[in-house]
């Protein structure tokens, strides 16, 4: 699927599962061909004026142009594998690092670039063959993100899936503080608290989830929810769609299954959070500095 528009060489990141192929000093491997391969996956957006294809930044700022699956590289003889690193005829020592680790130390921009490419490569593995009749199929002659099916012609886009984040916030009843409701959930070993978040179902609207996910994992009715941001999460293909809003009423009862805890928390005294980069960051942050 090579890059309508101006690119002319493919600035090619490897891709495997949610972690992008890096030198031995934790930055991001660029693979540079002048012909694009096959099996490399554009990171532009196709259709939006007269079928040139736009980049997040200008190539200058970000300059990768297309994906590749680590698999595809090695069948292609671009990477060689060697117990648990890899190697390129002329670069050794490369290693996989997820996405993760790059929160802190990429700015907005290059983390989205690097969610674009993980879930891009997602989709490319997912849709080797037809949903539908099990055809094998093949890229949009166009150049489109599309997966089509040359046997019953169906297409397979991308799919994004929107989950809300929510920052619920109180006054203490007693001692009149601001307070911020966290939880700690089973997967949060290091006892980190973060914020209720949850998928969006199928018939919901934004706020019908915030209000859903919200009663479900802790009880409580929430009013005067207020859109704060989004970021896209390559865990596998997500939206978090971030939220503030007010406690209204109820008592804390907490989903077993989901949650080990969960608590109002003065502003002043909050317990270990979720790392800068992400959205819980970014939400709790506002709160505190408001």
């Not at 990477?79 to 690193?85: E, L, N, R, S």
Request: hydrophobic share 40%; glycine share 6%; with cysteine.
């Amino acid at each position: 699927m090579a890059c309508q528009g101006v690119i002319m060489t493919a600035n090619i990141w490897i891709v495997q599962g949610d972690g992008i192929l890096c030198t031995s000093d934790g930055l991001p491997f660029v693979l540079k061909l002048s012909n694009v391969p096959t099996k490399a996956i554009h990171l532009g957006f196709a259709e939006t004026h007269n079928k040139q294809s736009l980049l997040l930044c200008s190539p200058n700022q970000l300059p990768i142009s297309h994906a590749m699956d680590i698999n595809d590289a090695i069948k292609l003889g671009l990477i060689f594998a060697y117990g648990d690193g890899y190697d390129t005829k002329t670069v050794r020592n490369l290693k996989i690092v997820s996405f993760r680790e790059f929160l802190t130390v990429m700015d907005n921009k290059m983390l989205n670039l690097m969610a674009r490419a993980i879930m891009l490569i997602g989709w490319h593995n997912d849709h080797q063959f037809c949903s539908r009749c099990g055809a094998k199929t093949t890229h949009h002659p166009q150049g489109e993100h599309a997966k089509i099916c040359p046997k019953c012609r169906h297409h397979a886009y991308p799919r994004v899936q929107p989950c809300i984040i929510v920052a619920i916030t109180r006054i203490h009843p007693k001692t009149h503080k601001q307070q911020i409701l966290l939880a700690r959930h089973h997967h949060h070993k290091s006892g980190i608290y973060g914020l209720i978040a949850g998928f969006v179902e199928v018939g919901e609207t934004l706020s019908m989830a915030v209000h859903r996910e919200v009663y479900e994992e802790v009880g409580l009715l929430i009013d005067d929810i207020r859109y704060f941001d989004s970021q896209p999460w390559p865990h596998p293909s997500n939206l978090m769609v971030g939220f503030i809003a007010n406690y209204k009423e109820g008592q804390i009862n907490i989903q077993r299954n989901e949650l080990v805890d969960a608590q109002f928390f003065d502003i002043d005294q909050l317990p270990p959070i979720p790392n800068q980069g992400t959205i819980a960051c970014s939400l709790i942050q506002a709160v505190v500095t408001a």
